[in-house]
């Protein structure tokens, strides 16, 4: 702690280390379980940060939860294709008009 008062720009920059090299670790722990499954059972759930399991406890509750589907966009009546079209073709035109004025 002495260190902290002594140099604290130099304690920060410590700290963002520090963080990035968890976070490095946290995502090579995560390829070496996609790589082989049978280590997930190797780790005690007690030896967990309460992040992480926090973490883990979210992301089950999001896939589980009903009635959620993939959103899709709304189909376009033949009306509003017709209407697209029409805008589009006037707005080509316009500009081919200022295209030419312009050669």
Known sequence: M?????HPQLYELAKLGAQARL???IHEAKL???LFPH???SVDRDELPATFLL???????????P???KRRK????????A??????KKYWAKRKKAESKGD
Not at 55 to 65: E, Q
């Open 67 to 69: 009635g959620q589907k």
């Open 83 to 88: 209407a697209v079209a029409a805008r589009m």
């Open 32 to 34: 070496l379980i996609d």
């Open 2 to 6: 002495a260190g902290r008062k002594q």
């Open 39 to 41: 280590l997930r059972d």
């Open 23 to 25: 976070q490095d670790l």
């Open 74 to 81: 709304p189909h376009w009546t033949a009306a509003q294709r």
């Open 55 to 65: 973490k883990r406890g979210r992301d089950r509750a999001d896939a589980k939860a």
